[in-house]
């Protein structure tokens, strides 16, 4: 008998998280062509897998979601996000860089330090403040493309190079450090006495290893995935000074096309797929570091003074952002709101809970 009922209680389970939509094959009511450019390992990926399997179980295979990984369908932001607006595509993933040219505004989630931590970063990305931007994303697309909700895809953006050990503002001090072209990440740059040099990201390693950029700031997962050490990057400093925001897009058409209980389905699983990139990076990030450390890598941990001095360094970066970015005012007074709310709900917790 309890081996019988084992049987069923497993069959039970492999049925609820391979999804429904196998009962249904061949039925789906609506299709949502999801593209990343990426691969299988990375983050994004594993939202993306964690997104279909929820929407096709939980609309019980009414709805169905292709995967198109890499480059089959676009190949740069722009490119991307005119496919969202157009209909051929329906789901998108972009970082802030590479939506800034059509939403100029997304780049406040590279403004440097401030969201202090994950819970912090976390909470605000859950909350009103992602709900604002996908408001402005509508204004500005003519309600074409429907901001749905913001991920991570890699952690949190470090300083590392290939020179010395980074502690202090002034350890910055003439290091080439490699920007995309967007102004924000070349304004940071500038502020805290470095040079930007623009790079394509397919040239970095070898740009390493001849000198041409000497640093970037990355997360320590793709700095790893990429080989940089073995062009010579040794130099990681953990000043955590931008979360790496994931912004996840559709086609407002395509979303509003859907019945509100199919509507309902696909925002619960983008809330699904939001915690699974939540933590993957937190586990990809064990490894890698490890791995660095291992072959010879400088890890340096600034001190919560070191830290303040490059949060210091760093202020004018904000001025800038609110006078020259279209709509920076209004989002960067929405950020540093929904920071400062999720500051003081979790000291709150967390001073409840340590009693």
Known sequence: MLKSLTKTLLAAGIIATSGFAAFAEGHAQYKIRATANSNENDEDYDGLVVFKNYVEAASNG????????????????????????????????????????????????????????DRIAEAVLQGDFTRKMRSMALASSGDKI??????????????????????NPSDMEGLKIRTVVADLPQELVRALGASPTPIPWPELFTSFQTGVVEGSKNGITDIMGMKFPDAGLQYVTLDGHAYMGALWWMSNDSFMAMPEDMRSVV????????????????????????????????????????????????????????????????????????????EGSINAGRMADIK
């Open 267 to 342: 925002v619960d699983g983008f809330s699904q797929l939001q915690q699974a990139t939540f933590a993957s990076p937190k586990r990809k990030s064990i490894q890698a570091y490890a791995d660095f450390v291992a072959g010879g890598g400088d890890l340096y941990v600034p001190t919560p003074a070191e830290k303040a001095a490059f949060k210091e360094a760093a202020t004018p970066v904000y001025d800038w952002f609110k006078g020259n970015v279209e709509g920076g005012g209004e989002i960067f007074d929405a950020l540093t709101a929904a920071v400062a709310d999720a």
């Open 146 to 167: 429907r901001l749905m909700t913001i991920g991570n895809t890699g952690g949190w953006r470090n300083f590392a190079n290939t020179k010395r050990r980074v502690q």
């Open 62 to 117: 009414a709805i169905e979601v292709e995967l198109f990984i890499g480059t089959q369908l676009c190949s740069k932001g722009a490119e991307c996000l005119q496919g969202v607006a157009d209909g051929s595509i329906d789901v998108y993933i972009s970082t802030s860089g590479g939506a800034a040219g059509i939403f100029p505004y997304v780049q406040v989630l590279d403004l440097p330090y401030l969201m202090a931590d």
